[in-house]
């Protein structure tokens, strides 16, 4: 059974830049895409930006395009998103997802990514 677990959350001023990070353990699988997801109070759980397996293909949303960076290190079975420029929109809780995919496409949606971490929260002050 894969296990992710965020970390980094916290509190930062609008302008200012955060790092979370994505634990892996458990399960065998090889081939795991993790996307970073977000959801904020009254809102749905929206996609944030995903990286493929070999950790060199990545997509983000449109929203976060430019000032978010995902990025892999195997060795250490964690990703990390690098959040820049952030913004009060930028507040929500952070999630992170796995999904064994061994195509080239990205998956955005959250219904396509069968394991989750519990979440953490980051909140950006104007």
């Known amino acids: 059974q894969v296990q992710l677990v965020e970390s980094g959350g916290g509190l930062v001023q609008a302008g200012g830049s955060l790092r979370v990070s994505c634990s892996r353990s458990g399960g065998t699988l090889s081939a795991l895409d993790v996307g970073w997801f977000r959801q904020a109070p009254g809102k749905e759980r929206e996609f944030v930006a995903t990286i493929k397996w070999n950790g060199v293909s990545t997509y983000y949303a449109d929203s976060v395009k430019g000032r978010f960076t995902i990025s892999?290190?195997?060795?250490?079975?964690?990703?990390?998103?690098?959040?820049n420029s952030m913004k009060p929109e930028d507040t929500a809780v952070y999630y992170c997802a796995a999904v064994?995919?061994?195509?080239?496409?990205f998956f955005t949606l959250p219904m396509e990514y069968p394991y989750w971490g519990q979440g953490t929260q980051v909140t950006v002050s104007s």
């Open 72 to 83: 892999g290190d195997n060795a250490k079975n964690t990703v990390y998103l690098q959040m």
């Open 100 to 105: 064994l995919n061994r195509s080239r496409f």
